[in-house]
């Protein structure tokens, strides 16, 4: 795909640091109307209060009633936050979801906070806004630390793929830097933005039978390969909490998860270039993942046998994902 050298925002001098906020939280299983409560609570609490909260209810006629006699034609506790509760107009799953949303949303930011990453802290939004004072920067968000609801961290559980339960993981930036993409559930964008390549369901090769993970991944790498001087900011101090779920706790998800990332990164890398697709992949394979194997190890040799645990696993998640890749470019399109 050609590069446009045409900056996103046209003008610098006169490019506006961006002063409202409209944030997306998407929800679709309606167990999780706890969560959904305190991601709305802890926008509320915000030091700099959204303008607009956008619920967007994807396919379920009774969280979509709940939402709407919980919160259609409230406010934040300052009064000053709206929050609309809109439907996903289009096909299930997230990529619709939040296009739907953006539609609904008219601040200069538009960011996306999971309704299971329930807590951003109280100056998420304020420091977000701050990173914004660049006018070369196109997106901004943060990690997501893991609630592991009320349990601990399983011992076999290797922090490089923090990943695998929709957290951060070891290899992320421990302070702010340029990234290639952001994390789906802690992730903002200016505006024109989307104006100017569209939503996350945009630039897809094919139709799935099931919705696709990933799509954030593939967004940012359309916004690089458009404007390739619009900068990602990564910023670990916007981490949200994100609850993990106890199924999330299987050693049976997390291979399912491999073995599903894998397939998501053949066909991002299949729709945006193979390159661009995989250059941070590839990084993290050659140094971040070896790392972990040789700490792994080196703990157990030391009498910890979690460690032994630990490598064992970063090696079949690396088997597993990479089967999935083999798998996903194989894969015939579905008519």
């Known amino acids: 795909m050609a590069a446009v050298t ?18 997306i939280v998407c929800a679709h299983f309606e167990e999780r109307w706890d969560d959904i409560a305190r991601a709305i609570t ?25 939402a709407a006699d919980t919160y259609s034609g409230r406010f934040g506790e300052s009064g000053e936050m709206r929050i609309d509760v809109v439907v996903n107009t289009e096909k299930l ?15 200069d930011v538009v960011a996306f906070l999971d309704n299971d990453a329930s807590v951003a802290n109280p100056d998420w939004i304020a420091m977000m806004l701050a990173s914004y004072a660049d006018s070369d920067v196109a997106g901004v968000g943060g990690g997501a630390m893991p609630n592991w609801s009320g349990a601990e961290q399983p011992e076999w559980f290797p ?19 340029e990234v290639r993409n952001l994390i789906g559930c802690n992730m903002s964008f200016r505006r024109e933005v989307f104006e100017a390549i569209g ?37 670990p101090r916007l981490d949200v909490v994100h609850r993990v779920s106890p199924d999330r706790r299987e050693f049976r998800y997390f291979r399912s998860r491999c073995w599903a990332q894998g397939k998501a990164k053949a066909l991002v890398a299949r729709n945006v270039g193979t390159h661009d697709g995989l250059a941070a992949e590839r990084a993290y394979a050659r140094k971040v993942l070896p790392m972990g194997v040789a700490r792994g190890v080196g703990e157990g040799l030391r009498g910890q046998s979690s ?21 996903g470019r194989v894969a015939r399109p579905v008519a």
């Open 159 to 177: 922090s490089e793929f923090g990943w695998v339960v929709g957290c951060s993981y070891l290899g992320l930036p421990s302070q702010a830097a």
């Open 42 to 66: 802890s926008l509320s609490q915000q030091s700099h209060v959204p303008d607009q909260v956008v619920l967007v209810i994807d396919h379920n006629d009774d969280l979509l009633e709940w």
């Open 6 to 23: 045409t900056p996103l925002i046209q003008d610098h001098a006169s490019a506006h640091r961006p002063a409202t906020v409209s944030v």
């Open 199 to 235: 939503g996350f369901s945009a630039g897809a090769e094919r139709p799935e039978r099931r919705p696709v993970r990933g799509r954030e991944t593939e967004y940012c790498i359309r916004l690089h390969q458009r404007f390739p001087d619009a900068r990602l900011v990564f910023d």
């Open 307 to 327: 460690g032994f645990r630990r490598a064992g696993a970063i090696m079949l998640g690396l088997a597993w994902a990479t089967a999935g890749y083999a798998r």
């Open 93 to 107: 799953g997230l990529a619709g979801a939040r296009d739907s949303g953006v539609d609904w949303c008219d601040g």
